[in-house]
């Protein structure tokens, strides 16, 4: 199908296009990250939510997968996003408030809205092998980026000399569990307690080992 070109309105056919796709996200962050969630929707119900023709939805997505992918990328890149800015903000801390105040930002941007994370931890799981890749591939990113952080910290010498990828795919399933119960309502606790929580789990993994200790 050709696409409009020129400009209408003081307007781009590109920047009509964006922010056509911009309004199928919004509608689709409501639909499936709350109700009735990506299984229960359908292109008609998305389009009909976001004030768009079926015709201007296959303009811009293949499917519904489609949709949730591109909701999927960019949950993880808020969140990701929220982190490396912390990271140089932290820079001078000791260890354990530099870690806090790290996981405090990355808990903030996941948790701050429901819908978000239901679609970065329910939603996509399970949808399409494609899916499941794309969502191992985001997972990994993150597991890379707390091992290449407990590597520098063992360089200055704040944590212990070893290979963290374990520990970092332990962490990641720990901060995953904690943070979808809690937005669920399963965990009793605020966020100054949630961040402490998965700080000292850090910490415990980042602790030299005694001899003949576990």
């Known amino acids: 199908m050709r696409q409009a070109t020129g400009t209408y309105g003081g307007r781009t056919a590109q920047e009509r296009r964006d922010e056509r ?7 689709a962050l409501d639909l ?17 939510a976001a004030g768009l023709s079926t015709r201007q939805f296959y303009e811009e997505f293949r499917n519904l997968e489609d949709v949730l992918a591109r909701l999927h990328l960019r949950v993880n890149d808020l969140a990701e996003q929220a982190v490396l800015r912390a990271l140089p903000a932290a820079e001078g801390l000791p260890f354990e408030r530099r870690i806090a105040a790290v996981l405090r930002a990355y808990v903030t941007a996941a948790t701050e809205d429901p819908r978000r994370l239901r679609i970065a931890f329910v939603e996509i799981v399970g949808v399409s092998p494609e899916l499941e890749e794309q969502r191992l591939v985001r997972r990994s990113r993150w597991v890379d980026l707390i091992a290449a952080e407990a590597d520098a910290a063992a360089g200055r010498g704040e944590a212990a000399e070893r290979d963290y990828q374990i520990a970092a795919t332990a962490f990641i399933g720990a901060v995953n569990g904690l943070l979808h119960d809690w937005v669920a309502g399963r965990v009793a606790a ?20 005694r001899r003949g200790g576990p």
């Open 21 to 27: 796709r911009e309004r199928f996200l919004a509608a």
């Open 32 to 48: 499936f990250g709350d109700r009735p969630g990506y299984r229960a929707s359908s292109v008609a119900a998305l389009c009909e």
């Open 190 to 209: 605020g966020l100054d307690e949630v961040v402490a929580e998965l700080a000292g789990f850090m910490i415990g993994a980042a602790r030299p080992r």
